[in-house]
Protein backbone atom coordinates (compact mmCIF):
# COMPACT_ATOMS: atom_id res chain seq x y z
CA UNK A 1 0.00 0.00 0.00
CA UNK A 2 1.59 3.25 -0.99
CA UNK A 3 1.02 6.25 0.99
CA UNK A 4 -0.49 9.56 -0.52
CA UNK A 5 -0.66 8.06 -4.59
CA UNK A 6 -2.04 10.35 -7.19
CA UNK A 7 -3.08 12.78 -4.66
CA UNK A 8 -1.98 16.50 -4.77
CA UNK A 9 0.07 16.37 -7.86
CA UNK A 10 2.05 12.91 -6.85
CA UNK A 11 1.12 11.00 -10.00
CA UNK A 12 1.65 7.60 -10.93
CA UNK A 13 0.75 5.32 -13.37
CA UNK A 14 -0.23 2.19 -12.20
CA UNK A 15 1.38 0.20 -15.11
CA UNK A 16 4.23 1.98 -14.63
CA UNK A 17 4.64 0.98 -11.02
CA UNK A 18 4.08 -2.52 -12.17
CA UNK A 19 7.14 -2.48 -14.89
CA UNK A 20 9.72 -1.23 -11.90
CA UNK A 21 8.09 -3.92 -10.06
CA UNK A 22 8.79 -6.61 -12.14
CA UNK A 23 12.46 -4.96 -13.36
CA UNK A 24 13.35 -5.02 -10.11
CA UNK A 25 12.48 -8.95 -9.80
CA UNK A 26 8.95 -9.09 -8.44
CA UNK A 27 6.72 -11.30 -9.63
CA UNK A 28 3.31 -11.41 -10.80
CA UNK A 29 2.76 -7.75 -10.47
CA UNK A 30 -0.83 -6.09 -10.18
CA UNK A 31 -2.09 -3.22 -9.23
CA UNK A 32 -5.82 -2.26 -8.01
CA UNK A 33 -7.51 1.06 -8.82
CA UNK A 34 -5.03 3.90 -9.39
CA UNK A 35 -4.49 5.12 -5.81
CA UNK A 36 -1.26 2.46 -5.07
CA UNK A 37 -2.69 -0.42 -3.85
CA UNK A 38 0.01 -3.36 -5.39
CA UNK A 39 -0.38 -7.36 -5.25
CA UNK A 40 3.26 -8.72 -5.99
CA UNK A 41 5.15 -12.10 -5.43
CA UNK A 42 8.36 -11.30 -3.06
CA UNK A 43 10.24 -13.82 -0.37
CA UNK A 44 10.99 -10.91 1.49
CA UNK A 45 9.87 -10.25 5.14
CA UNK A 46 7.54 -6.93 5.15
CA UNK A 47 10.65 -4.09 6.92
CA UNK A 48 12.57 -5.33 4.18
CA UNK A 49 9.90 -5.44 1.57
CA UNK A 50 9.07 -1.65 2.54
CA UNK A 51 12.60 -0.29 2.24
CA UNK A 52 13.05 -2.35 -1.28
CA UNK A 53 9.77 -0.82 -2.90
CA UNK A 54 10.77 2.26 -1.37
CA UNK A 55 13.52 2.53 -3.41
CA UNK A 56 12.46 0.65 -6.25
CA UNK A 57 9.71 3.44 -6.78
CA UNK A 58 11.92 6.21 -5.94
CA UNK A 59 14.61 5.08 -8.68
CA UNK A 60 11.87 3.59 -11.02
CA UNK A 61 9.49 6.47 -11.26
CA UNK A 62 11.04 9.45 -8.71
CA UNK A 63 9.05 9.30 -6.13
CA UNK A 64 9.57 9.49 -2.51
CA UNK A 65 6.63 7.44 -0.62
CA UNK A 66 6.17 5.23 2.68
CA UNK A 67 4.98 1.72 1.78
CA UNK A 68 3.10 -0.56 4.32
CA UNK A 69 3.04 -4.35 3.31
CA UNK A 70 0.55 -6.42 4.68
CA UNK A 71 0.52 -10.11 3.47
CA UNK A 72 -2.77 -12.10 2.06
CA UNK A 73 -2.95 -13.85 5.10
CA UNK A 74 -2.71 -10.66 7.60
CA UNK A 75 -5.56 -8.63 4.82
CA UNK A 76 -7.41 -11.88 5.60
CA UNK A 77 -6.96 -11.29 9.53
CA UNK A 78 -7.62 -7.50 9.11
CA UNK A 79 -11.05 -8.21 7.59
CA UNK A 80 -12.17 -11.19 10.03
CA UNK A 81 -11.17 -8.20 13.27
CA UNK A 82 -13.43 -5.53 11.71
CA UNK A 83 -15.58 -4.78 14.95
CA UNK A 84 -17.89 -3.12 12.44
CA UNK A 85 -19.04 -5.56 10.09
CA UNK A 86 -22.32 -4.70 9.96
CA UNK A 87 -21.29 -1.11 9.03
CA UNK A 88 -19.52 -2.91 6.54
CA UNK A 89 -22.11 -4.33 4.51
CA UNK A 90 -24.45 -1.33 4.28
CA UNK A 91 -21.69 1.13 4.10
CA UNK A 92 -18.34 -0.21 3.00
CA UNK A 93 -16.91 2.78 0.91
CA UNK A 94 -17.25 5.01 4.79
CA UNK A 95 -15.62 2.27 6.46
CA UNK A 96 -12.10 2.69 6.12
CA UNK A 97 -8.40 0.37 7.34
CA UNK A 98 -5.81 3.21 8.39
CA UNK A 99 -2.32 0.86 7.98
CA UNK A 100 0.18 1.47 10.08
CA UNK A 101 3.80 0.05 11.11
CA UNK A 102 3.30 0.79 15.20
CA UNK A 103 0.08 0.89 17.10
CA UNK A 104 -1.59 4.37 18.22
CA UNK A 105 -0.97 5.36 21.29
CA UNK A 106 -3.35 6.14 24.27
CA UNK A 107 -2.59 9.94 23.92
CA UNK A 108 -3.12 9.62 20.10
CA UNK A 109 -6.39 7.79 19.96
CA UNK A 110 -7.53 10.56 22.62
CA UNK A 111 -6.83 13.23 20.65
CA UNK A 112 -8.41 11.25 17.24
CA UNK A 113 -11.73 10.96 19.74
CA UNK A 114 -11.58 14.51 20.33
CA UNK A 115 -11.68 15.63 16.52
CA UNK A 116 -14.56 12.80 15.80
CA UNK A 117 -16.64 15.55 15.27
CA UNK A 118 -19.31 14.04 12.74
CA UNK A 119 -19.47 10.76 14.78
CA UNK A 120 -16.51 8.54 13.54
CA UNK A 121 -15.68 6.04 15.85
CA UNK A 122 -11.84 4.40 15.44
CA UNK A 123 -10.77 0.95 16.98
CA UNK A 124 -7.37 -0.47 17.31
CA UNK A 125 -6.54 -3.33 15.03
CA UNK A 126 -3.53 -5.44 14.58
CA UNK A 127 -1.14 -2.97 12.52
CA UNK A 128 -4.46 -0.66 11.31
CA UNK A 129 -7.17 1.46 12.60
CA UNK A 130 -10.80 0.55 11.52
CA UNK A 131 -12.53 4.16 11.39
CA UNK A 132 -15.97 4.37 11.11
CA UNK A 133 -17.27 7.33 8.90
CA UNK A 134 -21.11 7.81 9.07
CA UNK A 135 -21.08 10.92 7.29
CA UNK A 136 -18.28 10.21 4.77
CA UNK A 137 -14.38 10.91 5.01
CA UNK A 138 -15.27 13.94 2.81
CA UNK A 139 -16.79 15.98 6.07
CA UNK A 140 -14.39 14.43 8.39
CA UNK A 141 -11.91 16.13 10.73
CA UNK A 142 -10.48 13.01 12.08
CA UNK A 143 -6.72 13.55 13.44
CA UNK A 144 -5.06 10.50 12.21
CA UNK A 145 -2.28 9.39 14.61
CA UNK A 146 1.30 8.46 13.41
CA UNK A 147 2.23 8.02 9.59
CA UNK A 148 -0.29 6.04 8.04
CA UNK A 149 -2.43 4.79 4.49
CA UNK A 150 -5.78 4.19 4.60
CA UNK A 151 -8.16 2.13 2.42
CA UNK A 152 -11.62 2.07 1.84
CA UNK A 153 -13.80 -1.29 2.68
CA UNK A 154 -14.52 -2.20 -0.59
CA UNK A 155 -10.57 -1.50 -1.40
CA UNK A 156 -9.20 -4.14 1.27
CA UNK A 157 -11.37 -6.80 0.56
CA UNK A 158 -10.58 -6.81 -2.94
CA UNK A 159 -7.16 -6.50 -1.47
CA UNK A 160 -7.46 -9.57 0.09
CA UNK A 161 -8.94 -11.48 -2.68
CA UNK A 162 -6.13 -10.80 -5.12
CA UNK A 163 -3.38 -11.70 -2.60
CA UNK A 164 -5.44 -15.05 -2.55
CA UNK A 165 -5.21 -14.88 -5.99
CA UNK A 166 -8.92 -14.99 -6.43
Do not use: H
Request: net charge positive; aromatic share 6%.
Amino acid sequence: LLRGVNLGGRKVVMSELRAVCERAGFTEAETLIASGNLVLGAKLKAEKLEAKLEAVILDGLGLKTDVYVRTGAELDAILAANPFKAFAKTNPNCLGVYFMRAKATAVEMEALEKTALTGEEAVQGKGCLYIKFPKGQGVSKLKLPKLGTARNWNTVTKLAAMARAE
